[in-house]
């Protein structure tokens, strides 16, 4: 059974120097300088705080009292921070424990599991996946989640062999050619691992997880989405760039519902009806889906899936599994760039081992939490974004979020009359169908403007 984020503690390596920064750091901590207005790990937390983490430990060392007084006790961030602050040596120098040595150091502050990151990085996955991977894999015996991004040499050099869905071997001062993954820079621990270092102990945490791995007790999640980090300035002013195009330039936003609209229905034999894919090999992609999210891409829209998967809370599968219908949903939409999804069900099953998400909840459509997800971690410009579905819910969620909405499929008269008779802006048999009248619509209207 897996957990709540708001139940996760989060602990962030905040001591780093960053020498490689010269006098951009001499007076400014990492996690702190300046990006588009805004200290640079604020990004970052945003990110965590829109996947429900309230609970933060702050491993500092380097400028301590900035990092302190920048995001002080979190309440202020809607969060609680706390910090343990690397040692001194005798001559009151501040004494590197290194990555690892730092967290032993916070050993008495540390919950049983928690989710470790840095602060000199951004890193956008899903962490709400991380956590159930990891709780998952803990049950069969591993200590560690590492999360891990294909890499082919692109962003330093590659360090993971991964294969058949397991961390084969993690070796960071050894690499070697068969290595093609990279170590992302989330990851979950067991405290236990810590348990054994001395207090006052000086090691690398990439040593932990080396060992980790050889003993088969290291797990692995595969991430999509590229890492930021700042720790040169070239890296630095790239992630300026892509910064002000993310947060500061609002883009008009494509909300996709899922089944039925990108790919097909398929027959579940237990229940013996029409059901969603449970598992990757059940997943097909609906004739010309592809085309129209390329050319929505290519008009500028933000590709988002927004869609309802009940299925681990009435207990027809697991929460792992729905997860890996869509990881393949976006190897195959390489142009997908979110996915916002709610796992809950009001009533559920006595089967579901899930209890967790029988719930009722604000992002179950019709309810907009799935669009307000969106909007957290996006700059939207909801006045010309629209919601495309083949559901009454999803056009009732798309006119309480003030969004434009898109029909997609057979409208019948008892769509039409849960709708009381207010038509969709657009009905279309298909996606690309629709997305071809939504793009005549935007040209239309440019050419107005």
Known sequence: MTRDTQDVQVVVMMGGVGSRLGSLVKDTPKPLLPVCGRPFFEYELDLLKAAGFRSFLFLTGYLSSEIEECFGDGKSYGVEIRYRKDGTDENGEPELLGTGGAIRNALDMLEEDFLLVYAD???????????????????????????????????DKSNVIWRDGKIVLYDKNDPSPDMDYIDYGVNMFSRSVFDSYSEGAVFDLSEVQHSLSEN?????????????EIGRPESYKEFEIYAGERFETARKAAFIDRDGVLNEIVYNEDIEQLD?????DELKIIDGVREAVDDLKAAGYYIFVVTNQPAAAKGKACLCDLYDVNSRLKELIPGIDDIFVCFHHPKGSSRSTEKSLIRKCHCRKPGTGLISQAQSKYLIDMSASFMAGDSFTDIECANAAGLKSVFVGDYKCDVCARLKFEKPDIIAPDLLTAAQMILKEDSIEKREN
């Open 276 to 280: 969603s894919p449970l598992k990757q």
């Open 121 to 155: 990085s951004f890193m956008d996955i899903d962490y709400r996946e991380a956590v159930c991977r990891y709780f998952s894999e803990k049950e069969k015996g591993a200590l560690s989640l590492m999360t891990l991004l294909h890499n082919g040499g692109r962003f």
């Open 216 to 228: 088969g007790r290291l797990a692995g999640l595969v991430v999509d989405k590229r890492f930021y």
